[in-house]
């Protein structure tokens, strides 16, 4: 007996015929690694694409307002001022109050859809629970479970 192969397995001696299982499993799991990693890879890749314009709006609004607006609204506020509806400080405080709430306005739009964006991580998260799930089901009952067929991506392959 002391000549027989034998393998431990987190300090514990497996027998050769849970060589095989062992095997098995272990090649399984680094299955479901490698459909994970590419699962996640295609919801990235799907994610970049939703949020690519909404975040080049968000960039362009931006630099506009930061850029060629103040000038914009100074000028309003002095026509203001010219037609004689406001005095000076009246007119430059109620045209940045109209130009602060127009640029949220944009920015909550634009934060909104971006935020939208994310929702294709669900399928990897839904897959990652259901891999956990099966390979604590095949740890703890011990048997030989097949690997299933991805549900969701099998187009992506």
């Given at each position: ?21 062992l ?5 399984d799991?680094?299955?479901?690694a ?13 994610t ?5 314009w909404?975040?080049?709006g ?12 103040p000038?914009?609204l ?5 026509l203001?001022v ?5 005095p ?6 109620a ?18 859809s971006?935020s939208r ?18 390979i604590?089901k095949?740890i ?15 187009r992506?392959r």
């Open positions: 007996m002391v000549h027989q192969k034998t393998l431990t397995f987190f300090g514990v001696e497996v027998p050769d015929s849970l060589h095989g299982s095997s098995e499993l272990g090649h799991m680094l299955t479901l490698d459909l994970q990693v590419r699962l996640a890879k295609t919801d990235l890749s799907e970049v694409r939703e949020a690519w909404p975040a080049i968000l960039i362009v609004g931006l630099v506009v307002l930061a850029t060629s607006v000038i914009g100074v000028g309003l506020a002095e203001i010219w037609a004689e509806w406001l000076r400080f009246g007119a430059y405080l045209v940045a109050g109209g130009a602060a709430v127009l640029s949220g306005l944009l920015a909550w739009l634009c934060l909104r971006l964006s994310g929702h294709a991580f669900e399928r990897s998260r839904q897959e990652l629970r259901r891999n956990a799930n099966w604590a095949v703890s009952e011990g048997g030989s479970f097949r690997l299933r067929q991805p549900q969701y991506w099998s992506f």
